[in-house]
């Protein structure tokens, strides 16, 4: 048992990502386990994946699980990074010993339940395009996807340019990725009616996704869809939210916190507090 | 010997990144010493080094010089990065024989050479702001300089949105970025002539940066004053271009190939040809 922490304050979920980025996805998890106790760890001393091999992805996914698991007790990991669920699922369920959950299934079985078309636009960082790992998990639920890598996204939401009326060259950008991936679709006689936020810095896009989506596209956030389906598997429900006046969060990271601390508040909708190092070697 | 090079061609000059926008600092050197040999390494599988620790980037461009003067036999090491030239020059220079240049000198001498005002702006990615390593090299100058983090402009060029004229959104992103700085210098009583290009990404917004800058803001590029004090050092001169048909260049990468061919090409102005895989640990 972890020193600081009660035994009887419910079960630790740990939650990890190779940055902050999955700082939306504990957001979406608080909100639905505000009971729960919560390790986050952002692997940022070796961030980004997306442009490392599946071996490497692997094998450094699987040290912060064991991390996660092993050394802060957590009960159920969250992968709250695209490319790590895309290319190391299975390397991290190996590696530790207690249930694991990406974020692409849920992501997938939420745009399944949404689209009556059965036709989505997956928006996604390059590598998790790269992967398909959305395309697949969608066709396995009769969805056709069309996928579309929009690398301008995170640095805009990075720079705090989240607003579309202070910074209109968010929604610009924006609509010119749709109408490409809406083009791609048409061209393949698809008729998308869900557009699925596959990247977790995206959730603070939100407004401008609403003003810039064609009416009536329904917006699946992957993050939302993963707290959902952790809450149902632990078992957890909002409920308990009254007895627990605040979240109980640790955040670890393996490399300068500086801007994990500056820009994670922002993501988390917290305070993410003292963000502690930690060293996993390599 | 490195084999498959005639002894009688000319030096190797290495030439390192951490990723391959240093590429730009080679076209810049090939176009200068076109009858020189060059081996260039792009350190992809521990890139960004901007968001590491200074000790974690030395130890990295240590290994990454070693490779290029001891294994590709280099005479003189161009560090093309200017993260490891602001923070890591020293323990380079520590790590091997041979002489070696970062990018910052260059740059801030070259500015020295074209501001009458003696102010100048920088602009830079985050990291290369954060370490205030051109305001320290312009101060040794007399020259004071405002440095301005333009986070989204590598993202933009990895795009591709580099015409100003096929896509807007990139000069209205560099006119927010001038402004802010502008007005910042502004604030402080400085009346900027010069604007340098404090990353190795920037030289293909040269268009981008010529329609947007101040009516008679002198442009330096920090890749062509590089180049320009590395042929004065080796002392070899474009003359020897009509002798030299095609220029020799070896491209090495310590991970995934795949976005450096995709991309090389564009920085470096001519095919980057089969970019060699190698392993520096870690």
Redesign the interface.
């Known amino acids: 048992m972890e020193p600081g922490r009660e035994a009887d304050s419910g079960p630790v979920i740990g939650v990890f990502d190779s940055g902050f980025g999955g700082l939306t996805v504990l957001k979406a998890l608080v909100k639905r386990m505000p009971g729960a106790r919560f390790a986050f760890l952002g692997d ?2 070796r ?2 994946y997306g ?3 599946r071996r ?1 992805i692997a094998r450094y996914a699987a040290e912060s699980a064991q991390f996660l698991a092993n050394q802060q007790g957590a009960e159920f990991l969250v992968i709250a990074c695209n490319t790590a669920s895309a290319l190391a699922l299975d390397a991290i369920q190996d590696a530790v010993s207690v249930p694991v959950l990406g974020v692409i299934e849920p992501g997938a079985a939420a745009a399944a339940a949404s689209s009556t078309a059965r036709d989505v636009l997956v928006i996604a960082t390059e590598a998790t395009v790269a992967s398909h790992a959305y395309a697949a998990a969608c066709r396995e639920r009769g969805l056709r996807a069309v996928e579309k890598a929009c ?2 996204l ?3 939401v ?2 705090g340019w989240v607003n579309p009326v202070d910074h209109p ?1 968010t929604p ?2 924006v609509r ?1 990725y749709l109408n490409e991936a809406l083009e791609e679709a048409r061209a393949a006689g698809h008729s998308p009616d869900t557009l699925v936020l596959g990247c977790t810095h995206y959730p603070l896009l939100r407004a401008v996704f609403e003003r810039t989506a064609p009416e009536g596209m329904r917006i699946i956030d992957s993050a939302e869809a993963t707290a959902e389906e952790t809450a149902r598997r632990v078992g957890l429900v909002a409920a308990s939210r009254a007895e627990s006046p605040a979240a109980d969060i640790r955040c670890f990271a393996t ?2 916190v500086e ?1 994990f601390e500056r820009l994670g508040s922002r993501f988390l909708g917290l305070p993410v507090g003292k963000v502690e190092l930690v060293d996993l070697g ?1």
């Open positions: 940022t001393a961030l980004p442009s490392k091999s490497t690398p301008l995170v640095p805009l990075e720079e060259v610009e950008v010119i490399d300068s801007k390599g």
